[in-house]
């Protein structure tokens, strides 16, 4: 199968960054493109939770202090792969979205000409991170495009 | 950006509540309201209904076929949607749905000495409407038409916080707040400085021992959106103490209730244990209504107890803004300018509150004379006294009465008609409570109570809205309580701040229940 254009969904984690590897390996290899989908996961819109004390000034600086704090973590992801591809010569292209992971890998699939997709399985339980994890089942359903899942590192 | 959804939502929502209260007032919905011993809730039913019936009917119709041009109109107008939203869950839950729960309750028999089911649980309708609204955003999400409405709910618990300063004398405000700060001031730097503590001995950053820190020690959620810039919290850091507090909260919020009435605390010591021990300030309202849905004691003693901690909010900040440039003073952390902190921070509603307090105390609420000389005064009007029969009811119970001093003062109310002391008073309310007389005597010795002390009518007024405006706000509040954000609990803020939490409830706890008395 020729591989032309590969969807990595990656956000750093160590089955994200398995993944990667896996990603620059087969575009190097087949000559393809890379599209680097970064997702941050919409609990963000209400992890403000029940607070009711503080005033708008206070509930806005932290609006802004959180919203800054995924925008330089989504940059130093992003600079990090494109730097890696630009070294290996592979084109690379990036796109950040907020919502939830298998909604917007399928979206992202639906919208462009793929050939294959790559993630990174999910963590073992008990590991560190965000608690938001691919819907497999979702992805299995909807996805248009070959899916790769690469096992997570510590398993 | 225009913010109005052209939508019949609203609409439709306004001609509901004018339906409920046709059927109320006309009284085909008498059988479903005797069924559910709902008679109490007929006058809000109507009154409610007709008032936000008639605002949803004309807001909705201008929202479906107004037009709709950026600006003040439309920004302010666009949030009645979503408070009406709320509004008709929070009332749903308290005319019908609370009631049906207590009808299965109590067709299952009590369960605990002579209290049902529901009565343990709390599952009342300040419980239910949280639980409601968890449930809307989690299984069906918020309307889009509804979202800009529903942070309204932060205004009605800021303004029943505001209305709730009618109700306290000088006295009460006195104690509470020596209780309160004896109380807080202990357990809030005593839980901010073990955070702190196992932080470091855990090796966690100070930026998340410094978050941490405040949710766990002052008021939850709202210490940590107040505290996460000023410490600089990475956003992992902010996700797994905002999951840990919200998920410790709505355990608290229904666990304490059943703490209390399993050890059979009073009004006042379960207030002060709930305003001490919860961590998120919205569950310790919850939680002290849940506890008491008929009265307002506990309540009063509970939002001392959070404005307390409010207070407390601006220092605490300071102190981790100082501590965390202290620690980690380099080129990124910023000069701490502790004038703005304190004035950015300040809760501007406590002044409300402080301003109610002192309307109420000039008697503009309830003149000065409404309380006093009812026991010695000869002058009572006839109607008031006790009728022939009534005391004939009254005369064939008391063998009944078995304590010498309710003996001695329903002797006392029988010769005279009318309760003769403040003592005696107190004796006849417990008899009342004590329910050892029949359903017609215990009704007589509550009219006898009545003629004596009853609260005057405004502040009646006052307390029927609190209680609705924190049945609003608390309903509005759980709809913006996720199951993602709770799931983000995790790492060593789940570890440190379960830990913490613990040692909190349950030190508190012992000491309530060792030095809190019922009387303040």
Request: charged fraction near 15%; proline fraction near 3%; charge should be positive.
């Amino acid at each position: 199968m020729k591989l032309n254009k590969i969807i990595l969904a990656s956000h750093a984690t160590p089955g994200a960054c398995a993944a990667e590897e896996t990603a620059f390996k087969l575009c190097s290899k087949n000559g393809a493109s890379l599209y680097h989908l970064l997702v941050v996961p919409d609990f963000w819109k209400g992890m403000m939770g029940d607070d009711w004390l503080n005033n708008a000034v206070s509930q806005i600086r932290f609006g802004n202090y959180v919203e800054n704090q995924l925008v330089q973590e989504a940059a130093t992801e992003l600079e990090r792969l494109s730097k890696r591809a630009k070294q290996k010569g592979i084109p690379y292209k990036d796109d950040v979205r907020l919502g939830k992971p298998a909604e917007c890998l399928i979206d992202a699939c639906n919208n462009g000409t793929f050939d294959l997709c790559i993630i990174g399985s999910t963590r073992p339980k008990g590991t560190e991170g965000y608690r938001s994890r691919m819907d497999m089942k979702a992805l299995t359903q909807s996805l248009t495009v070959p899916l790769l899942v690469i096992p997570h590192p510590d398993r | 950006m225009v913010y109005t959804k052209k939508h019949p939502a609203l609409l439709i929502m306004g001609i509901i509540f004018v339906a409920i209260a046709y059927m109320a007032d006309s009284g085909s919905m008498a059988g479903l309201i005797k069924f559910l011993h709902a008679k109490k809730y007929v006058a809000e039913m109507v009154g409610m209904g007709y008032a936000f019936g008639a605002i949803g009917v004309v807001v909705g119709a201008w929202h479906m076929w107004g037009t709709h041009t950026e600006g003040n109109m439309d920004y302010y107008l666009s949030s009645i949607a979503g408070a009406i939203f709320i509004l008709l869950v929070a009332m749903i839950v308290r005319w019908y749905l609370a009631p049906w729960v207590a009808v299965l309750s109590k067709s299952m028999g009590p369960v605990m000495g002579a209290k049902y089911l529901h009565q343990v649980l709390g599952l009342n309708y300040v419980v239910i409407g949280i639980l409601a609204g968890i449930i809307i955003v989690n299984v069906f999400r918020i309307p889009e038409w509804a979202e800009n409405g529903v942070r309204l709910s932060r205004l009605g618990l800021k303004t029943g916080v505001i209305l709730l300063g009618t109700l306290y004398s000088l006295a009460e405000l006195q104690s509470l707040g020596k209780l309160s700060a004896i109380m807080v001031g202990f357990f809030v730097l005593g839980s901010v400085g073990m955070v702190l503590w196992l932080g470091r001995r855990r090796n966690i950053p100070n930026s998340m021992g410094g978050v941490l820190s405040a949710g766990m020690g002052v008021c939850g959620v709202s210490a940590t959106v107040a505290s996460a810039p000023v410490v600089q919290a990475k956003a992992v850091e902010i996700a797994y103490t905002i999951g840990t507090i919200l998920i410790w909260g709505v355990g608290c919020m229904f666990l304490f209730p059943v703490v209390g009435h399993v050890l059979e605390l009073g009004h006042i010591q379960f207030g002060a244990w709930a305003g001490t021990g919860i961590l998120n300030s919205a569950q310790v309202a919850g939680a002290a209504l849940a506890y008491q849905p008929d009265g307002i004691e506990t309540l009063k003693v509970a939002e001392i107890f959070n404005i307390t901690r409010v207070l407390f909010l601006p220092i605490i900040v300071m102190w981790l803004a100082v501590w965390y440039v202290k620690h980690e003073g380099n080129e990124n952390t910023a000069k701490v300018n502790v004038g703005a902190v304190i004035f950015e921070k300040f809760p501007v509603f406590v002044l409300g509150f402080i301003l109610m307090f002192a309307l109420s105390s000039t008697g503009v609420f309830a003149p000065a004379n409404h309380y006093k000389g009812k026991f010695f005064d000869n002058n009572v009007k006839a109607s008031k006294l006790l009728k022939d029969e009534q005391i004939a009811l009254l005369t064939a119970e008391a063998p009944k009465v078995q304590r010498d001093d309710r003996k001695a003062a329903l002797d006392r109310l029988i010769q005279n008609k009318k309760i003769m002391s403040l003592k005696d008073d107190a004796q006849i309310r417990g008899l009342a409570n004590a329910k050892v007389m029949s359903k017609g005597a215990t009704k007589v010795l509550k009219k006898a109570h009545k003629a004596v002390r009853h609260t005057a009518k405004k502040i009646k007024k006052f307390r029927q809205w609190i209680t609705l405006l924190f049945a609003f706000g608390l309903t509005g509040l759980g709809m913006q309580i996720t199951i993602s954000a709770m799931k983000q609990a995790g790492g060593q803020p789940l570890v440190i701040g379960g830990i913490v939490g613990t040692v909190k409830a349950v030190a508190s706890l012992i000491v309530i229940v060792l030095f809190v008395r019922e009387v303040i």
